[in-house]
């Protein structure tokens, strides 16, 4: 299993629903983002055309797609739902799933059950507290460089995948049904990636186990980040998650279900994405934009913070085993499009952004080749 460069944080950790619970007016320095990166600079999609007419404008919103079509026996049906997945994976690299297989009374009690976490006294969720050695447990910030500017969050984060890795004394004891809620929410989402992987894998021609089996087959990677983002005095100076495309496979993430803050890069505008009801946003992560060599893309993204509201998320990131060197499908590197990027582990590639913490897609991108 792979270590960060240090075992402890470079600075006393402050916790930031500590910080929000307070009763602060103004942040704290350390939460304010230069101008160009805060939530309103240059410009961000208010999820409407226009402001003229913003009552009848339709939604900006990323693709959502009903998975029950996949299952029917009308062929046509099925065809046309890969398609769609496969148009959102190469133009937003985000879309929403209904009809997915995970049943949505498991998907209320996963939410309920973290808020209740986040909810209790400071000194017990500290017995869980976290070091970037392996970032599981509770924690407030991403990256270990002396003097970054932070997010606005805390968050839980845990292994699933592989069991060897499964450490259940590191998952919360309260309250009481969280290591059963995690359990089964953690068996639904795997498999829920499990079918897409599949989906993925036929559309970029390469058979249906090809991208799995390149995962590890049965022995995939699998954590669960729980986001807390606490309301903030001052939304507009910060953010709850800096700009960044998930290092990891595919992303499953049930967001809050009253409150949006998940943007994504389209162009050079920020979409907030508005949830729909019983859905998953799924997302490409850089192995898949290594595996496809391209054809698919990770998307920066990033989350915005509230003045009233708290947030809950949680993403489960389907990996790659890792010491398994990812490159491109040898069937997708042609000579009019060779490979682009060299072969690496996750483990090798992981180790940027727990040291560094959300830095856009800076790391993807400087793996290319030079053509």
């Known amino acids: 299993m792979m270590s960060c460069l240090q075992s402890s944080w470079p600075e006393p950790i402050v916790r930031v629903q500590a910080l929000s619970e307070s009763g602060i007016r ?63 994976c190469r133009e937003w690299g985000f879309f929403q799933i209904i009809n997915h ?38 924690g407030s910030r991403l990256g270990v460089q002396k003097g970054a500017i932070l997010d606005w969050s805390d968050y839980f984060f845990l292994h699933y995948m592989p069991r060897s890795q499964r450490n259940e004394s590191k998952w919360p004891q309260l309250p009481p049904s969280c290591r059963k809620v995690i359990a089964e929410y953690g068996e639904e989402t795997v498999k829920l990636c499990g079918r897409l992987m599949e989906i993925l894998s036929i559309n970029l021609g390469l058979g249906k186990e090809y991208l799995q089996n390149e995962f590890g087959g049965e022995n995939i990677g699998a954590c669960l980040r729980v986001n807390f983002y606490p309301k903030c005095p001052q939304p507009d100076l910060t953010l709850g998650l800096s700009p960044h495309s ?20 389209k162009c050079n505008d920020w ?36 003045a009233v509201k708290d947030r809950v998320s949680l993403a489960l990131f389907y990996n790659p085993k890792s010491d398994l060197l990812i490159e491109p499908a040898k069937h997708l590197v042609t000579e009019d499009r060779p490979a682009l990027y060299p072969p690496m582990t996750f483990d090798e590639y992981r180790l940027y952004i727990r040291t560094n913490g959300p830095c856009g897609k800076a790391q993807v991108e400087s793996l290319k080749s030079p053509r």
């Not at 209740?116 to 447990?137: C, H, I, M, R, W």
């Not at 998930?246 to 890069?265: A, E």
């Not at 949830?275 to 893309?297: C, E, M, R, T, W």
């Open 26 to 88: 103004a942040i704290p320095e350390r939460y304010i983002k230069p101008l160009s990166d805060r939530p309103n600079w240059p410009k961000t999609s208010a999820a409407v055309t226009s402001k003229k007419n913003s009552e009848t404008s339709p939604l900006i919103n990323i693709p959502v797609i009903d998975l029950q079509n996949l299952f029917s026996n009308d062929q046509s049906l099925c065809d046309k739902t890969l398609s769609l997945v496969s148009h959102a």
């Open 101 to 138: 297989g995970v049943s949505p009374e498991l998907m209320k009690s996963a939410r309920k059950t973290w808020r209740e976490f986040f909810s209790l006294p400071l000194d017990v969720k500290q017995e869980y507290a976290n070091s970037p050695t392996t970032y599981e447990g509770y």
């Open 246 to 265: 998930d290092p990891g496979g595919l992303t499953l993430l049930l967001p809050d279900d009253d409150v949006s803050g998940l943007q994504v890069r």
């Open 271 to 306: 979409v907030t994405v508005k949830p729909v009801p019983n859905a998953f946003i799924v997302n490409v992560g850089d192995q898949i934009q290594v595996l496809s060599n391209a054809i698919y893309k990770s998307v920066e993204h990033r989350v915005i913070v509230n």
